[in-house]
């Protein structure tokens, strides 16, 4: 199965040094049945792209929570064996959970098929998105215009080749 686990280049960073992308039990985002209702598609590339959009909302809110951290959100696409992520039934109706799995297992860094983050240039609009999403979790029309206007961003795909590049670790 094909996961989405929201990070921060820090975390990422720490990962890297580990080796590891985190212990289970963690909150991760892929195609789930309630994605999929939702989502009302049934191509499997807009569904993981959903998943990876998901993903992305909650790098933001952990950038929200740790305001010394790159403002760049970090979403690490990683394949776990069928049975290692599963959604939590009882919460698979809440809006805010759509495509949330909770991966019981640890995850190899190795088993990483690609990291995607913000390009630099979408470090103002993820600043202010970070900044806005309190007020827009409380139903603030316009912190959610804000927060939307980081997803106007399109993260970059990187080779796992190029996370020590992006960790300030390459050479």
């Given at each position: 199965m094909r996961v989405y686990v929201p990070l921060t280049l820090p975390a990422l960073a720490e990962a890297h040094k580990?080796?590891?992308?985190?212990?289970?039990?963690?909150?991760?985002?892929?195609?789930?049945?309630?994605?999929?209702?939702?989502y009302l598609s049934d191509d499997i590339e807009?569904?993981?792209?959903a998943?990876?959009?998901?993903?992305?909302?909650?790098?933001?809110?952990?950038?929200?929570a740790g305001p010394d951290a790159p403002r760049r959100r970090v979403v690490v696409a990683v394949d776990v064996p069928d049975g290692t992520a599963a959604a939590d039934p009882d919460r698979g109706l809440d809006p805010a959970a759509l495509g949330e799995v909770r991966v019981t297992a640890t995850v190899a860094l190795a088993r990483a098929a690609a990291v995607h983050v913000d390009s630099d240039?979408?470090?103002?609009?993820?600043?202010?998105?970070?900044?806005?999403?309190?007020?827009?979790?409380?139903g603030d029309d316009d912190a959610q215009f804000v927060v939307d206007g980081a997803e106007d961003h399109e993260l970059l795909w990187y080779a796992t080749q190029e996370i020590p590049n992006?960790?300030?670790?390459?050479g």
């Open positions: 580990t080796g590891e992308l985190g212990t289970g039990p963690f909150v991760a985002y892929a195609v789930t049945p309630a994605l999929r209702e939702w807009e569904l993981e792209y998943a990876l959009s998901r993903a992305a909302l909650a790098s933001l809110r952990l950038l929200a240039d979408a470090d103002e609009d993820v600043t202010a998105a970070a900044g806005a999403l309190a007020a827009a979790d409380g992006l960790v300030g670790q390459g």
